[in-house]
């Protein structure tokens, strides 16, 4: 039979708070099944895949050209293009 190690906390005293990052928000989403909105695009923005759509090219050339400063973008909510 495994155990776990001893604890150095008394067990009815609670465990210290840890602040909320967006990768902790994003594992609490995943593990919780909440949904992300549909869209993070503000009115008269596009998203990533639109606009690669729109050109026909690959998701994976806008992120590039993002990068190499061709085309300006901002980040969303947990740092999302």
């Not at 708070?17 to 503000?42: C, D, N």
């Not at 639109?50 to 992120?63: F, K, N, P």
């Amino acid at each position: 039979m495994l155990r776990s190690p001893p604890s150095s906390t008394p067990p009815d005293s609670a465990p210290a708070a840890r602040p909320f990052t967006p990768k902790t928000v994003q594992w609490l989403r995943w593990g919780y099944k909440i949904l992300y909105p549909s869209t993070w695009a503000h009115d008269g923005e596009l998203t990533v895949g639109q606009i690669a759509e729109r050109l026909g090219v690959s998701d994976g050339t806008i992120y590039y050209w993002i990068s190499a400063g061709h085309l300006a973008a901002r980040r969303g909510p947990g740092n999302r293009l």
